[in-house]
């Protein structure tokens, strides 16, 4: 059976933007490579986020806090965007769909692990909507792929797991990475 991995990490993004261009040879704890070298240098290839994404669990488990995982059954957990949409969940929607903000116009080549940041002036929102939330509605509303026990266990992750992180992110006035991956 398929799974999607979230990790969640509170980070300064505007440390981890500075990185392209810094002339930094390298960080503590993380191991050299071609991207990193192009990250750090600041020769970013515009075609190649993927490339670069792949470097954030790293980086943010160096330069942030990491805040916890949580794995759930499936795939195509993307479609949760439509959910919150569905049940007028604005910021919800927006911190499920917002992408890591690559500078210098990088362009989306389906960058993996899924990467989404949701600033710390976002956070209360997102914390409200969560209180907003009923979990059982959530069966409700099935999308092409998930289906009802899809979206029972969206339920527990959306009550034990997305509200402590950020809450804990708003607590320390950083801003909540959540890194999606399915491959582990």
Excluded: C, K
Excluded at 7 to 13: E, I, K, R, Y
Excluded at 89 to 103: D, F, G, K, T, V
Excluded at 108 to 124: C, F, I, M, Q
């Amino acid at each position: 059976m398929a799974e999607q991995y979230v990790t969640a990490f509170a980070v300064d993004a505007a440390l981890l933007l500075r990185l392209p261009g810094s002339g930094v040879a390298g960080l503590p704890g993380i191991p050299r490579s071609a991207a990193l070298t192009e990250l750090l240098a600041g020769r970013l290839r515009a075609d190649a986020d993927s490339r670069y994404t792949a470097l954030l669990p790293a980086l943010a488990g160096t330069l942030g806090t990491p805040l916890g995982e949580a794995a759930l059954a499936g795939r195509h957990w993307d479609e949760l965007t439509d959910v919150f949409r569905e049940l007028n969940l604005p910021a919800l929607a927006a911190l499920w769909s917002r992408r890591w903000p690559w500078p210098d116009g990088a362009t989306d080549d389906r960058p993996w692990p899924h990467p989404t940041l949701t600033p710390h002036a976002a956070l209360p929102a997102v914390l409200a909507d969560l209180a907003a939330l009923d979990p059982a509605a959530l069966p409700d509303h099935p999308t092409a792929h998930l289906a009802d026990e899809d979206l029972e266990e969206a339920a527990w992750f959306l009550t034990e797991h997305l509200p402590t992180w950020a809450s804990h992110a708003h607590t320390r006035s950083l801003d909540l990475l959540l890194l999606r991956d399915g491959a582990r």
